[in-house]
T-cell receptor, first 114, second 112 residues
Framework: ETGVTQSPTHLIKTRGQQVTLRCSSQ?????VSWYQQALGQGPQFIFQ???????GRGNFPPRFSGLQFPNYSSELNVNALELDDSALYLC?????????????FGPGTRLTVL | KNEVEQSPQNLTAQEGEFITINCSYS?????LHWLQQHPGGGIVSLFM???GKKKHGRLIATINIQEKHSSLHITASHPRDSAVYIC??????????????FGKGTHLIIQP
């Protein structure tokens, strides 16, 4: 059984650029959630994808967008990067969107915006 | 006021001590998660609770739905338990995606 993987592990961008982060879900999981964790804070929910459709969204602007592919891997895209976007981005997969299902987290991608 | 509050924010203890981390939440939940985050960022799910008590090795998690309170206990603490412990509330019922609402975490250091 393969765990949740994310790429890249670290990334440095400049303000105004665009970035794509990737997440491979655990085998058998059809739901992927993305979270942003600023330094010293708890993660904040960005959005969730279930069977290739966005299934819920937190309080993030439209420049945060995502995709889920038929193999249930997922991408997080951020346009027009701002300094405050510097954070650890975590994805988590689960069997389905039901809250009773345990979420398995990836190691995260640390994004630095200069 | 955050919807999920943890205490203490920081905790330093000696090896072998019994550790308690508390989590209070102000919203209705369907489940509560306890997570462990090591330096470098990786998060490991420890427990998911909707009622009662769960135990795994030296870790015990309890939840009181009426009081909207959960605790994570570590018995016979060890330096390798040093990490940030985060509680996260799953809102809503069944499907639907509010995601998890996280506390800010408790930074635990166990000294030898």
């Amino acid at each position: 059984e393969t765990g949740v993987t994310q790429s890249p592990t670290h990334l440095i961008k400049t303000r105004g650029q665009q970035v794509t982060l990737r997440c491979s879900s655990q085998s058998g999981h059809n739901t992927v959630s993305w979270y942003q964790q600023a330094l010293g804070q708890g993660p904040q929910f960005i959005f969730q994808y279930y069977r290739e459709e966005e299934n819920g969204r937190g309080n993030f602007p439209p420049r945060f967008s995502g995709l889920q592919f038929p193999n249930y891997s997922s991408e997080l895209n951020v346009n027009a990067l701002e300094l405050d976007d510097s954070a650890l981005y975590l994805c988590a997969s689960s069997l389905d969107p039901g809250h009773y299902n345990e979420q398995f987290f990836g190691p995260g991608t640390r994004l630095t915006v200069l | 006021k955050n919807e999920v509050e943890q205490s203490p924010q920081n905790l330093t203890a000696q090896e072998g001590e019994f550790i308690t981390i508390n989590c209070s939440y102000s919203v209705g939940i369907s489940a509560l998660h306890w997570l462990q985050q090591h330096p470098g960022g990786g998060i490991v799910s420890l427990f998911m609770l909707s009622s009662g008590k769960k135990k795994h090795g030296r870790l015990i998690a309890t939840i009181n739905i009426q009081e909207k309170h959960s605790s994570l206990h570590i018995t016979a603490s060890h330096p390798r338990d040093s990490a940030v412990y985060i509680c996260a509330a799953a809102r809503g019922v069944g499907g639907g995606a509010d995601g998890l609402t996280f506390g800010k975490g408790t930074h635990l250091i166990i000294q030898p």
